[in-house]
């Protein structure tokens, strides 16, 4: 996927409430859609100081094996010189294949060496983990390499076809909760791809997103959504703890069922005996309008931001 310019803009926003630091483990080696001069200029513009860094010219397969994009990319610089001006004082790359020229070679379908296990302060998941079929191993992985105290940080595809998976934010959510994790953020960047080669510098539609929210006229399916989440290690996890999705186990402890409204209704023969009750006739009416709404245009409250 690579980081693109409203990528870059987002990670630095993240890096200025975390305060990244110490060593790097990305999940591929990501295309910097950036020059040196670009990188600066980004930093500048989200309020953010940054470390001057030795210019290195990226390795990228993509990049180099198109003739447009070997042009467009002449200047592009490696991903460890982004890191490095955030001030990351160590990098590495990890992937399957060696075409990127990784420093570490693994599949992340099968469990990483013990000596990788609390090596690194931040994890960066650039678009890798809905390419990886295994994906509860890679998760496992995530939390085993991550330092306590460290962050983690997933861009990922919510888009159909995309990978094996298009992941929903309640994946990270309730995932991480379970597994020692906390202080979390999430953000939804919808970015279009179709001619990428000549509008990759254009600002994105960006909202942030809280765990349950209604994505309802929000969305363009023009576009890709691609979910930003990030999250901090507060506790040491053994144990990897397979999590209930929040909806459900909201529903195990209330011991009643959410309806298309939201509405709560009965279980069972409960629900039954009260078909005609005056719970089940308002959840009617308010199915109707879960249905109309779209057609009438509502205008969503949350905040859209270009970045």
């Not at 042009?71 to 490696?78: I, R, S, W």
């Not at 296990?117 to 890798?128: A, E, M, P, R, V």
């Not at 919510?158 to 953020?185: E, K, R, V």
Request: aromatic share 12%; glycine share 6%.
């Amino acid at each position: 996927m690579g980081l693109l310019p409203s990528s870059i803009k987002l990670l630095i926003q993240l890096d200025k409430k975390y305060q990244f630091e110490g060593s790097v483990l990305s999940l591929g080696n990501q295309e910097i859609w950036a020059t040196y001069a670009d990188l600066k200029d980004y930093f500048n513009r989200m309020g953010s100081k940054y470390n001057e860094a030795k210019v290195v010219p990226h390795t990228s397969y993509m990049f180099l094996n198109s003739p447009k994009l070997a042009e467009l990319a002449k200047d592009f610089v490696h991903a460890r010189v982004f890191f490095e001006m955030m001030g990351m004082n160590s990098y590495t790359d990890l992937d399957k294949f060696d075409s990127d020229k990784p420093i570490l070679l693994h599949d992340m379908n099968l469990p990483v060496p013990d000596a990788l296990h609390d090596n690194y302060s931040l994890i960066l998941d650039g678009g890798t983990i809905e390419h990886v079929f295994d994906i509860r191993q890679v998760m496992e992985n995530i939390v085993q390499v991550l330092k306590p105290g460290g962050c983690v940080v997933h861009i990922s595809s919510y888009s159909i076809d995309h990978g094996f998976f298009g992941l929903s934010p309640c994946l990270f959510y309730d995932f991480y909760s379970a597994n020692g994790f906390d202080d979390f953020t999430c953000y939804v960047l919808q970015v279009d791809f179709r001619n990428i080669l000549t509008t990759y510098r254009k600002e994105n539609d960006c909202f942030e997103y809280t765990y349950g929210m209604s994505f309802e006229n929000l969305l363009d399916s023009t576009k890709q959504s691609l979910i930003f989440f990030a999250a901090r290690k507060v506790a040491q996890s053994n144990n990897i703890t397979i999590p209930v999705q929040g909806v459900y186990k909201k529903r195990i402890a209330t011991g009643r069922e959410v309806g298309t409204s939201g509405a709560q209704l009965p279980h069972g023969k409960q629900a039954t005996n009260l078909r005609y009750s005056f719970a089940n006739v308002i959840s009617r009416i308010n199915i109707v309008r879960t249905l109309i709404k779209p057609k009438m245009g509502r205008k969503s409250s949350v905040v859209v931001n270009k970045i």
